[in-house]
């Protein structure tokens, strides 16, 4: 199932929502995308993942990247799937990210 | 300038659409360099090398790169590919040269071997999961990514003296349903056990092998009831940097290098450090009828010991010996040691069959071998504990002669053999166990306590409940007519062989795993305590559990509760240790007063005070605490390992003290371990020991 991405910024925020599956195949994408949004150095990156059913290493990767590029982003996940809320646990990324049911407010 | 715009970085060969250029010979393996990957990769007696390129799990490669002549400098080939997919990427090589076993060669072309150096190996991604056997490159190499977010985590530095190790194996820890973790038998299970672990107070963690292995080799069914028997435990590496991707739940995902990061970064949060079984004596390619996985093909001669016809010296017992002390093989263990340390945080490293690693290149045990000696200086490796397993399957035993330098500590299988024999009842045992509980300062007074880590059971021979349970092994279950596994353990059943419903046996088997236990951990040294001991684990009198991977080598987590008596009393004797340094001290003791306390530092006894029975099975000791840094409790430890009671004359503790019990293993749940003063005072002169206890005063 090929990825969809959907992108824009808001001031401080830029947002992608994401649905189908983020794989290795898919992921370059995502990373042009990630790298356009945070060009301007917003404070937040909300990503929509609620219709994403798969996320591989590639996919958390970028999301390490673009933390470690940006030390002081804040990376909102709003309703990830469970197997992918426990592959971030089990890979010690949880830490670096805030998972969320709803965009948060004031964001 | 950026590094995309250098000229050094830019490819100057094409082949198939893939540009590529000259690489560079160090370091060894694949690096992720500007826009590209560097491979190389050391032969020194290959005709040529062709590098195979995959992409993930596909049975055919998507190009093959055969290195230019002037792509080799010395015997190092290396090339730097552009534009490869990192996530997507699985790469192997081809080594043409001569196929002349009697010189030591077997090139084989047509063979796709991995990169001794490869940091990630997919293949048995899910633990169990039934391989490609067709597949032609079965344990494929590929890339790992260095960022892991560490925050400030670092090794913790623990002092030696102070450590408490726990060796478990990661599968078997948490993959018993009772376990009730959401990834049974992986890293993440493990993870969520942490808290356990900090209650039972270790703070050293032993984990059974964890390089990439194969648990299908060797594989086989029981000849009489058909269950599948596994390479269980993982002595058998496939690849010395890559971790056991079937050990992480994540591994189908090929996070297992995050996930393993991720459980190192919790432990060491819990105060709790890392030990790596390190297995470097031999690999899974086994002898001349064993697979290519990668340095029978790359170069044989350089990788093993081979005997003057060219066939495999098998000092490891598991059909080839790794030629650690060969300067290119030196290196290659360094730099994975290096790689581990460093990339993994990880605090220490206990090398099994390690006597194999003194050996030259013909097989003879070296004075100085440099590969120890290299170990022992390494200045990354520096903090690093490491502990020799000081024999080999070829004979060497090295327990307190091991090539030190000052930095190696060793397996003390002469602790286990006493401590066994005098709490079984062994006559004339005191004088052996007096010299074993003070850090056997006669085979290591040379190198201090802290190089005698001490055990009564580990993963190879009985647990602790099995060692108190059964006279003889029982091995049926491993489907060679109960051949296999040491016949010599020191056990004794208690009077019933195996299991029985009589309270009797049953009780005195308490007992005696409190009492090894209280040995165990007053003594001198460094203590090991074996997986599931703390709630008496079984195996069912199997002492050689390395192909079961079943309910007979899984910790049960329902013995939590069963067996609380016997994991309170660990977790209080655990606790017990780590209040009273007088039992942690990293010097031998001096058998004299030299604080002007009126005491000296150990004093042994026997039924009367400062009269020990060097003939008999009882025997007491007295450590003044006036001696210990900083200073203690004065501490009695009478220890009777005769079938009755009897009374022990007390030496008088400091003026204006007065002993209390701390631990009185004859008694059960709450009177058999105090904590802190709570103890009662002995008002007597006179103290009786139950027939086959222990008791410990404070004072």
């Known amino acids: ?107 | 300038m950026s590094m995309e715009e250098r000229i050094d970085f830019y490819p100057t060969h094409e082949t198939g659409g893939v540009r590529f250029r000259r690489g560079r010979p160090l370091p060894f393996g694949a690096t992720i360099v500007p826009n590209g990957v560097n491979f190389s990769i050391f032969s020194s007696a290959a005709d040529s090398c062709t590098l195979v390129l995959f992409r993930k799990r596909e049975p055919k490669p998507f190009i093959e790169i055969k290195f230019p002549p002037e792509f080799r400098i010395g015997d190092v080939y290396s090339m730097i590919v552009f534009d490869l997919d990192y996530e997507d990427l699985e790469y192997g090589y081809r080594f043409s040269g001569p196929w002349q076993p009697e010189w030591g060669h077997r090139f084989d072309e047509s063979k796709i071997v991995g990169d001794p150096y490869a940091k990630v190996l997919g293949g048995r991604d899910v633990w169990r999961a039934q391989p490609d056997w067709l597949d032609p490159y079965q344990h494929r190499a590929r890339l790992s990514f260095d960022d892991f977010d560490w925050e400030d985590d670092k090794p913790l530095e623990i002092p030696t003296k102070d450590l408490v190790i726990y060796e478990a194996h990661v599968r078997g820890f948490t993959a018993h349903t009772s376990s009730k973790v959401s990834a049974p038998g992986t890293f993440g299970g493990l993870r969520e056990k942490i808290p356990y672990l900090r209650s039972l107070g270790i703070n050293c963690l032993e984990l059974l092998p964890i390089y990439e292995f194969d648990e299908w080799e060797n594989n086989r069914q029981h000849p009489e009831t058909g269950e599948l028997l596994l390479n269980y435990w993982g002595y058998s590496t496939v690849g010395f940097f890559a971790p056991k991707a079937g050990y992480a739940a994540t591994g189908k995902l090929g996070m297992q290098v995050d996930e393993l990061k991720n459980l190192i970064k919790e432990l060491h949060r819990a105060g709790i450090e890392i030990m790596l079984d390190v297995v470097f004596n031999h690999t899974a390619e086994g002898d001349q009828r064993g697979p290519y996985i990668s340095y029978r093909g790359i170069d044989n001669r350089t990788y093993y010991i081979l005997t003057p016809e060219g066939y495999y010296y098998n000092f490891s017992g598991c059909g080839n010996t790794l030629n650690c002390n060969h300067p290119v093989v030196r290196n290659m263990v360094l730099d994975c040691l290096r790689y581990w340390a460093s990339e993994y945080h990880i605090d220490g490293f206990r090398f099994d069959l390690a006597s194999i690693l003194g050996r030259d290149q013909n097989g003879a045990p070296l004075s100085n071998p440099p590969l120890l000696e290299s170990l022992a200086y390494d200045p990354v490796l520096s903090k690093c504990k490491l502990i020799a397993e000081a024999w080999d399957a070829g004979g060497l035993y090295q327990v307190g002669s091991f090539p030190a330098y000052g930095r190696w500590a060793e397996w003390n299988g002469k602790y286990r053999d006493a401590a066994r024999r005098f709490i079984k009842s062994e006559p004339g045992m005191t004088g052996e166990i007096a010299t074993r509980i003070q850090g056997s300062p006669d085979l290591y007074w040379y190198r201090g306590p802290t190089a005698s880590l001490n055990f009564i059971t580990c993963h190879d021979g009985f647990t602790l409940r099995d060692l108190v349970s059964y006279d003889y092994k029982h091995n049926e279950a491993n489907g060679e007519y109960n051949r296999d596994g040491n016949d010599d353990n020191h056990s004794w059943n208690c009077g019933w062989e195996g299991e029985t419903n009589d309270p009797g046996v049953n009780a005195l088997r308490i007992r005696q795993m409190k009492n090894a236990a209280t040995l165990l951990f007053t003594s001198r040294g460094v203590p090991m305590l074996l997986m599931g001991d703390e709630i008496g684990r079984t195996q069912k009198g199997n002492n050689n559990s390395y192909c079961h991977d079943n309910e007979l080598s899984w910790m049960d987590w329902g013995a939590v509760e069963k067996e609380s008596e016997l994991l309170r009393f660990f977790s209080r004797l655990i606790a017990f240790r780590h209040a009273h340094p007088a039992l942690r001290g990293d010097r031998f003791f001096a058998h004299r007063d030299y604080v002007g306390s009126g005491k000296p530092d150990i004093s042994f006894h026997g039924t009367r005070a400062w009269q020990p029975d060097w003939g008999g099975r009882c025997l007491a000791f007295m450590l003044c605490g006036q001696h210990a840094s900083p200073k203690d409790s004065d501490m009695y430890v009478a220890m009777n390992a005769y079938w009755d009671g009897l009374p022990f004359e007390i030496p008088w503790p400091s003026e204006g003290k007065r002993w209390r019990v701390a631990i009185n293993t004859s008694m059960q749940q709450p009177q058999d371990i105090f904590e802190g003063e709570s103890g009662p005072i002995i008002e007597s002169s006179e103290l009786i020991v139950g027939g086959r206890s222990i008791m410990v005063l404070i004072a």
């Open chain 1, 1 to 107: 199932m090929a990825l969809d991405i959907q992108s824009a910024v808001d001031g401080n925020t830029a947002r992608i929502a994401l649905a189908g599956e983020l794989d290795g195949t898919s992921a370059p994408a995502l990373r042009q995308t990630v790298d356009k949004v945070l060009s301007g150095k917003p404070a937040q990156l909300v990503l929509q993942v609620e219709k994403l059913t798969f996320m591989a290493s590639a996919g958390l990767r970028i999301l390490i990247f673009s933390k470690q590029k940006q030390p002081d982003l804040k990376i909102y996940l709003v309703k990830p799937a469970a197997s992918i809320v426990d592959t971030l646990h089990k890979t010690g990324f949880f830490d670096g990210v805030y998972v969320t049911d709803a965009e948060p407010a004031g964001v």
